[in-house]
């Protein structure tokens, strides 16, 4: 592999300090492909995403029809589809040739990124670089706290806390055999001199141990200390006892430093089971969504439709309505 380029991939769940731990990097000498996502109330300091990366992923999961924080185990076969697809990696391998041409040491990140792990190794060995992941950790109360306050309650508290089990498992797997560095956003946030010194020395950065003193000036201006505003404790939320159990033996085992794979692989079958228990129950109601009641004015005016209309005049209404009834037992 040839070692003056170098890409590092930030992958972790939304709202655990990656834009943080991906801004440090940038200031130290990593680019951030342009244009970038500009900064709005949820993130003032800025995301450090590249727009092309964020429409990309965007794109892909919508075909996949995977959410960002999916909490089904099934969902990374859906987007495991997509990464072997050869236009999809002709794409993602044309932009880092041109990325590379721009400068040597990138640094990507997206909350939806974990999705797509084997399409980014992929396609950068496909190009002689071999990439390295930092995968960012903050607790999942924490998570779900900062997401319920940024982004509303359209995704309530158990599927969120689901949802962080299920990418922080499957991303631990997905970088298990490669170059990685696992960094707690508490961490970060007490000294992060300290925290991305060891990443590093654990990935091999230059660009990280060469930094000059500007490059470290802006990174002091640029951490404060006070953006963590969410308890790392459950607090008052709300969780099957299951559920909170895997959530918090998940936090255990990746702030560790994830070196028990025995433990995750089991952690991982356990959550996996659980699921397919909750879908199990919850299946009368997942029918009823997907067969929404038809109310008397959808009747009737499917009714008054289903005739074409140089015939409706000839047949009564009441006719047209019977055959509209019939239908879906048809």
Same mark, same amino acid.
């Given at each position: 592999?040839?070692?003056?380029?170098?890409?590092?991939?930030?992958?972790?769940?939304?709202?655990?300090?990656?834009?943080?731990?991906?801004?440090?990097?940038?200031?130290?000498?990593?680019?951030?492909?342009?244009?970038?996502?500009?900064?709005?109330?949820?993130?003032?300091?800025?995301?450090?995403?590249?727009?092309?990366?964020?429409?990309?992923?965007?794109?892909?999961?919508?075909?996949?029809?995977?959410?960002?924080?999916?909490?089904?185990?099934?969902?990374?076969?859906?987007?495991?589809? $997509?990464?072997?697809?050869?236009?999809?990696?002709?794409?993602?391998?044309?932009? $880092?040739?041109?990325?590379?041409?721009?400068?040597?040491?990138?640094?990507?990140?997206?909350?939806?990124?974990?999705?797509?792990?084997?399409?980014?190794?992929?396609?950068?060995?496909?190009?002689?670089?071999?990439?390295?992941?930092?995968?960012?950790?903050?607790?999942?109360?924490?998570?779900?706290?900062?997401?319920?306050?940024?982004?509303?309650?359209?995704?309530?508290?158990?599927?969120?806390?689901?949802?962080?089990?299920?990418?922080? $498992?499957?991303?631990?797997?997905?970088?298990?055999?490669?170059?990685?560095?696992?960094?707690?956003?508490?961490?970060?946030?007490?000294?992060?001199?300290?925290?991305?010194?060891?990443?590093?020395?654990?990935?091999?950065?230059?660009?990280?141990?060469?930094?000059?003193?500007?490059?470290?000036?802006?990174?002091?201006?640029?951490?404060?200390?006070?953006?963590?505003?969410?308890?790392?404790?459950?607090?008052?939320?709300?969780?099957?006892?299951?559920?909170?159990?895997?959530?918090?033996?998940?936090?255990?085992?990746?702030?560790?430093?994830?070196?028990?794979?025995?433990? $995750?692989?089991?952690?991982?079958?356990?959550?996996?089971?659980?699921?397919?228990?909750?879908?199990?129950?919850?299946?009368?109601?997942?029918?009823?969504?997907?067969?929404?009641?038809?109310?008397?004015?959808?009747?009737?005016?499917?009714?008054?439709?289903?005739?074409?209309?140089?015939?409706?005049?000839?047949?009564?209404?009441?006719?047209?309505?019977?055959?509209?009834?019939?239908?879906?037992?048809?």
């Amino acid at each position: 592999m040839r070692r003056e380029r170098s890409l590092v991939l930030v992958a972790g769940s939304g709202r655990s300090g990656t834009s943080l731990v991906t801004g440090i990097l940038q200031r130290l000498g990593f680019r951030v492909p342009v244009p970038e996502v500009p900064a709005d109330a949820t993130n003032p300091r800025g995301f450090s995403e590249s727009q092309w990366v964020v429409d990309f992923h965007s794109a892909l999961l919508r075909r996949a029809r995977v959410q960002v924080s999916d909490a089904r185990p099934g969902a990374w076969a859906l987007t495991a589809e $997509l990464c072997l697809d050869e236009e999809v990696q002709r794409r993602l391998r044309a932009w $880092l040739v041109l990325q590379f041409a721009e400068a040597g040491d990138l640094v990507i990140k997206d909350p939806r990124l974990s999705w797509f792990l084997p399409l980014w190794r992929r396609c950068a060995e496909s190009l002689g670089v071999a990439p390295a992941f930092v995968t960012m950790l903050r607790h999942p109360a924490a998570v779900v706290d900062s997401k319920q306050r940024w982004y509303g309650a359209w995704q309530g508290d158990v599927a969120r806390a689901a949802g962080w089990v299920n990418q922080t $498992l499957y991303t631990e797997r997905a970088t298990r055999d490669g170059p990685r560095a696992l960094v707690r956003y508490d961490e970060l946030l007490d000294d992060w001199t300290r925290a991305i010194g060891r990443v590093g020395d654990a990935l091999d950065l230059a660009a990280v141990r060469n930094a000059p003193a500007a490059s470290l000036r802006a990174v002091h201006e640029f951490v404060d200390p006070a953006l963590s505003r969410s308890r790392a404790d459950w607090g008052d939320l709300v969780l099957p006892e299951r559920l909170r159990a895997q959530a918090d033996e998940a936090w255990e085992l990746m702030s560790a430093g994830a070196d028990d794979p025995g433990r $995750l692989d089991a952690l991982r079958a356990t959550y996996v089971a659980l699921y397919d228990e909750s879908e199990a129950i919850a299946a009368s109601s997942i029918e009823a969504v997907r067969r929404p009641a038809v109310t008397p004015v959808a009747r009737h005016v499917a009714a008054a439709r289903i005739v074409p209309l140089r015939y409706r005049r000839r047949i009564p209404l009441e006719w047209r309505k019977r055959l509209v009834r019939a239908l879906p037992r048809a």
